[in-house]
């Protein structure tokens, strides 16, 4: 082992809790102002229409400058730009959490979102660099992946408790003393990455940030306004546009922000598509049973918080053990079982309707649900970085996480236009739940669309380089 390989895996167990706390930090600001929307609307005087921007404007600046924070991490060092992007992160929460009005609120999620954009895909190069390929990296990536799933579920929850018991603003205030004592561990135990001379590749940079950027911009607009309003099919229009040119430029740039070479691995594109169409499916499924526990079985904050536990504590239990309980399975195998649950526990989650049983109709499915999150964030994470070299991790990482803020923001632009069209015009209980059960009847096509990609592509990319693993040992 070379002084360098060992000075970056001397403290891999700080280092990796570093980097998980600081991604949960990201995905429970993700859930957790969902079930406390209805608390936040009635204390900064949001209309209806733009409640929604509270969750909107901090997944648009957050996909738009993902590629750019990930490229920013290679030239500049990993290591500096993680605490670059928590530094802004932090303060932007404590922004949130002194929100005073609606435009302060929706400003201060943008800044957190852009905190985000450069944290998250950093946080995931920087595991790659302290962790080297094989059973190490794929623990990692798996706990990495667990917390996507875990951090998600109990945003929702503890999003409920802190709305109905205390106040919205708690969680966004705890961000402030743990931001902190992240920057010092970081400097303390994370390896600074080499820096990488050469161009920026600022075209791209501008292309991929206005394109992302107007895509998902357009899809919020487009599945709150109808899909008729002309701006966000405008921007929906313009930001493909701007998306084409961005691969078009990157095929002949000298050095570029996403080396279309990491679409060239199998493995990898599955993982990129499958984690789309997947969080695509869960986001759905997270917006869309808030609203049914809430607005058609009468539940309260709360009590809609807890109501995903069954969800939340088997995700849990499954992502810590999952592996080691099916250590037969390897990880392409593991990855279809998990879409395979989710996908049963959507299709039954999608009959549900006025006066359904809470425990056959809702707590079943969502088991099913749980152990099927438990199951796939860790191998689609390890498989979004599969087989990259040490240049191309920034851009691998930012990919992963592109695929997965895009997937989140399209499911749910389109499958909230779903929703739209089943209830008709009217805003009564038994509408609600019409509008509910067909959005997650398309959250199932989703899936089984994610499945099948796992199938196709990861699954026997996965077998070979087993084999191959096999026969050289």
Not at 133 to 141: D, Q
């Amino acid at each position: 082992m070379t002084h360098d390989t060992a000075s970056r895996t001397a403290h891999q167990g700080a280092v990796l809790a570093i980097i998980l706390v600081s991604y949960l930090m990201i995905i429970l600001d993700v859930s957790i102002v969902i079930t406390g929307l209805p608390h936040i609307q009635e204390d900064l005087a949001f209309s209806a229409a733009r409640l929604a921007w509270v969750q909107s404007i901090y997944t648009l600046t957050f996909g738009g400058f993902l590629l750019l924070g990930a490229r920013a991490g290679d030239i500049l060092g990993r290591r500096r730009m993680y605490q670059v992007g928590l530094a802004i992160f932090t303060v932007a929460s404590l922004a949130v959490a002194m929100a005073q009005g609606a435009a302060w609120m929706v400003l201060a999620r943008g800044v957190q979102g852009l905190g985000a954009a450069i944290l998250a895909p950093t946080s995931l190069a920087l595991l790659t660099l302290h962790f080297p390929e094989g059973p190490e990296r794929r623990r990692a990536t798996s706990l990495y992946g667990a917390v996507a799933g875990i951090g998600a579920s109990v945003g929702l929850v503890l999003g409920g408790l802190l709305a109905d018991q205390w106040s919205w603003r708690v969680g966004f205030f705890v961000n402030l003393p743990v931001g902190v004592l992240l920057a010092f561990a970081a400097q303390r135990y994370i390896q600074e990455s080499p820096r990488r001379a050469g161009q920026f590749d600022l075209p791209g940079a501008l292309l991929s940030t206005a394109g992302f950027g107007a895509l998902i911009w357009g899809i919020v607009e487009a599945s709150e306004l109808g899909w008729h309003d002309t701006p966000a099919l405008a921007a929906i229009g313009g930001g493909l546009v701007a998306i084409v040119l961005f691969v078009l430029h990157e095929a002949r740039a000298a050095q570029p922000i996403m080396p279309l070479r990491l679409f060239a691995h199998r493995e990898r594109l599955g993982a990129y598509v499958a984690r789309f169409l997947f969080l695509g499916a869960m986001v759905t499924f997270f917006f869309f049973s808030t609203q049914f526990m809430q607005q058609v079985l009468g539940y309260s904050a709360l009590r809609a918080g807890l109501g995903f536990l069954p969800m939340t504590l088997v995700n849990f239990v499954v992502a810590l053990q999952g592996p080691r309980l099916l250590k037969g399975l390897h990880p392409g195998a593991q990855l279809v079982l998990g879409l395979g649950l989710a996908l049963v526990g959507l299709g039954l989650l999608s009959r549900a309707g006025p006066g359904a049983s809470y425990a056959l109709a809702i707590a079943l499915p969502m088991v099913l649900i749980g152990a099927g999150q438990g199951l796939c964030f860790g191998p689609l994470t390890a498989s979004g970085v599969a087989g990259t070299r040490v240049e191309d991790a920034g851009a691998a990482s930012g990919v992963v996480n592109v695929a997965h803020q895009l997937g989140a923001s399209t499911g749910l632009g389109v499958m909230s236009a779903v929703a739209t069209a089943a209830e008709a015009g009217r805003v009564d209980a038994v509408a609600i739940a019409h509008g509910a059960s067909a959005a997650l009847q398309g959250a199932t096509g989703l899936m089984l669309l994610a499945l099948l990609v796992a199938v196709l592509l990861i699954l026997p990319a996965r077998r070979r380089a087993q084999g191959a693993l096999v026969t050289s040992s």
